[in-house]
């Protein structure tokens, strides 16, 4: 099953979700690995039994529903794997439901410009005042810029998904600021890959990185015991080894 993350997950019953697509290419991501063959990860670190049969609404980007009875048939650290009852080539058609029609009068090069050239174009306010309700294709040439603020501003964006904090966890761009972000989030820092995409970034500060030591595996640990990191991350790394023996 790939791994697509939606915008938002939310639960509204106890046998019940409701999964919102951001983008029509989101959509048809999910559509071509998943739904087109009945399957469905739905993102979320909501519990669930496995076998269970639970009621799924998928909502398009322009408001289009689609409902379907779902089964829990694997329970995945950061979703649960599903598989769903119904025609998927139907299911698709009503989450492109009400997709507006391009209009004649919209200039020709607005048209063929595409995501990177259009947020290249932007000033630094600019890119600041967008990246807090970006899209995902926006998110991702966001997320690359060199300006840390930009990163900050991307880290307020509501519908981010972890994945995207991964990266900016790996950023060469990478502050202080932005890290502290991170790691007082605890529904990111509950992720495996958020945690060692900070461990293993030069720019995260000494400080946050010891905070993070304790909560890793005993192979990174160890990794970062062998490792040419920070001399003072080596010891306590060699520490808490020797604690475990």
Excluded: C
């Excluded at 058609?93 to 391009?102: E, G, H």
């Excluded at 607005?110 to 926006?138: C, H, I, Y």
């Excluded at 005993?218 to 010891?235: D, F, P, T, V, Y």
Aim: no cysteine.
């Amino acid at each position: 099953m790939t791994i697509i993350d939606f915008v938002r997950v939310e639960r509204t019953a106890a046998q019940a979700f409701v999964a919102e697509f951001e983008s029509e290419q989101e959509l048809l991501d999910e559509h071509r690995a998943n739904l087109s063959i009945g399957a469905l990860r739905l993102p979320t670190s909501e519990k669930a039994a496995l076998n269970a049969t639970l009621l799924v609404t998928l909502r398009g980007p322009w408001g289009g529903e689609a409902f379907a009875k779902a089964t829990v048939v694997a329970l995945l650290p950061d979703a649960l794997a599903l598989t769903l009852d119904g025609d998927p080539q139907a299911m698709l058609a009503r989450l492109l439901a009400n997709k507006p029609a391009a209009t004649e009068d919209e200039p020709r090069e607005e048209k063929s410009q595409n995501t990177f050239d259009r947020m290249r174009a932007l000033s630094q306010m600019e890119k600041l005042l967008l990246a807090v309700k970006a899209d995902r294709p926006e998110r991702a040439v966001l997320i690359q810029d060199s300006d840390p603020r930009v990163l900050l501003s991307v880290l307020r964006n509501p519908r981010l998904t972890v994945d995207e904090v991964v990266r900016v966890a790996k950023s060469s761009f990478l502050t202080y600021q932005i890290a502290d972000v991170i790691v007082k989030t605890g529904q990111w820092m509950a992720n495996l890959d958020v945690r060692i995409g900070l461990m293993h970034n030069p720019k995260t500060p000494p400080q946050i990185a010891m905070r993070i030591l304790p909560s890793l595996p005993e192979g990174e640990i160890r990794s970062i015991a062998r490792g040419g990191m920070n001399m003072q991350l080596k010891q306590a790394a060699l520490k808490l080894l020797q604690g475990k023996k």
